[in-house]
């Protein structure tokens, strides 16, 4: 199986940054794509970035300018850079990932979230 394990949240001021890793572990035979979604309270879950196997990168509109994901192929890690927080950033995150555990089995995995408080 696939574990997605999630740190780096907490309580930050408005203005002020954060950075989320999310590492992969287990039967990994080649990663699609991750990414990172968020859900507010009362909110649907909401893509934030996700990133494909070729190194494209997609953001959210309300993130483009603030927010970078990258990528450590080797360790199978991402993160997601988050500077600039306002309070409507506040959620919890998730790091999700499209991964396939044998060339033909494709799974889709997630962590257990990590929560993003903006607040002063």
């Known amino acids: 199986q696939v574990q997605l394990v999630e740190s780096g949240g907490g309580l930050v001021q408005p203005g002020g940054s954060l950075r989320l890793v999310c590492a992969a572990s287990?039967?990994?035979?080649?990663?699609?794509?991750m990414g990172w979604y968020r859900q507010a309270p009362g909110k649907q879950r909401e893509l934030v970035a996700i990133r494909t196997r070729g190194g494209s990168t997609n953001y959210a509109d309300s993130v483009k300018g603030r927010f970078t994901m990258s990528r450590d192929y080797a360790e199978n890690t991402v993160y997601l850079q988050m500077n600039s927080l306002k309070s409507e950033d506040t959620a919890v995150y998730y790091c999700n990932g499209r991964i396939l555990t044998t060339p033909t089995d494709l799974g889709d995995y997630w962590g257990q979230g990590t929560q993003v408080t903006v607040s002063s």
């Open positions: 287990g039967n990994i035979f080649s990663i699609v794509t």
